[in-house]
């Protein structure tokens, strides 16, 4: 029986995109914050001018499946992260917008073979995001691991 499992040690060789919903941007650009940490604590060359790392800004959340997609077909990727939150209001909007996207995503995802994490946040109220992204923690490092796993084991997988 083989047992088949991502790891996070060494990151040096995995080109890691991330798309960033702007809309909400005081929490996308904290998970952001975390992210980069994580996957530069893990080995990934988050300079400037690295080729290991590009961020892409979209405008909101609706707009993180096509981007994805665009990134997805670009071939030069092993991984993708979204990174997004949604906050509930008075209006359905909040179900449309999430609904969308997460399907969108994973549409993604399962159509392109390419492993995309999801993460936008979504939550009832502005002050349940911040926690999420640095008061009590940090998902975006979370998000980050998961791409580090997901990109290691899809390597190991096709290998």
Known sequence: MASIEGRYTNASNIKVG????????????KLLSGCVDCLSRHGVDTSDLS??????????????????QTLARASKYDVLISLGAVIRGDTPHFDVVIGETSKGIASVSRDSGLPIIFGVLTTDTMQQALERAGIKSNLGWTYALQAL???????????
């Open 51 to 68: 080729s290991q790392l590009d961020i892409v800004w979209v405008p909101g959340s609706l707009e993180l499946p096509l981007v994805c």
């Open 149 to 159: 796993e997901m990109a290691s084991l899809m390597k190991e997988i096709n290998s």
């Open 18 to 29: 991330i798309v960033v919903a702007r809309f909400n941007d005081l929490i996308t650009s």
